[in-house]
């Protein structure tokens, strides 16, 4: 439990999906009603607090007062000497699967989510292994967004391998033979990294 009220959750998750929409939508009237939900979320804040519409409308245009860093997570399922990789449907690359940490998730339901979402497999986040600045990494190609990346280990729980969402296919691929990745998303030396503390007290987690 937080003692964040959960009129303000359910704002903020309304507020995120609109934001979410209007990034992505190409659609006009898909926009105008992702401007709407952005409109009832601003209402049920200003509400809430007593801070005038068209202030809160305004935050909500620019995000979440001070701009901080996106948060993206991947996950590392294990079996011996293979781990689980994603092919992405946008490149035809593979990662480990993983995305942005949506409003009103921790960063290990995070996780679990996006394994489950994009393999098919059920997992738990054991252990948070890493966290990385991309910009400090060199990963390439450069975005637009400032982004930090937390990598956790994860057991299987259960569940089928199977391509979702956005991914055209998910299996489990030997250490020492990976195939070609989407360097956007995950690379080599994170993989090693992350293979390297699959034992509990191996290493400790890198950082930067």
């Known amino acids: ?123 738990r986040a054991e252990r948070l292994v890493g966290w990385t600045d991309r910009d400090l990494r060199g990963e390439i190609p450069a975005y637009v967004y400032h982004i930090h990346k937390l990598y956790f280990i994860c057991t299987e729980l259960g569940g089928d391998l199977h391509a979702r969402h956005e991914t055209t296919d998910a299996a489990f691929h030997p250490l020492d033979n990976l195939p070609p990745l989407s360097e956007g998303r995950t690379l080599p030396w994170q993989i090693e990294l992350i293979a390297a503390r699959r034992q509990p007290l191996a290493a400790e987690p890198f950082f930067d």
């Open 1 to 123: 439990m937080t003692g964040v009220p959960q009129w303000l959750v359910w704002a903020r998750r309304l507020a995120s999906l609109a934001q979410n929409g209007l990034h992505f939508t190409e659609n006009q009237f898909d926009r105008e009603r992702y401007e709407e939900l952005r409109d009832i979320a601003a209402e049920m804040l200003s509400a809430g607090s007593d801070a005038p519409m068209e202030k809160v409308l305004d935050l909500l245009g620019r995000g979440y007062g001070y701009d901080t860093p996106k948060i993206d997570v991947r996950g590392a399922v294990f079996r011996d000497d293979t781990i689980l990789l994603v092919r992405e449907a946008q490149d035809g690359k593979w990662a480990m699967p993983g995305g942005y940490v949506d409003v009103g998730l921790t960063p290990s339901a995070a996780v679990e989510k996006e394994v489950r979402e994009e393999s098919g497999l059920i997992v």
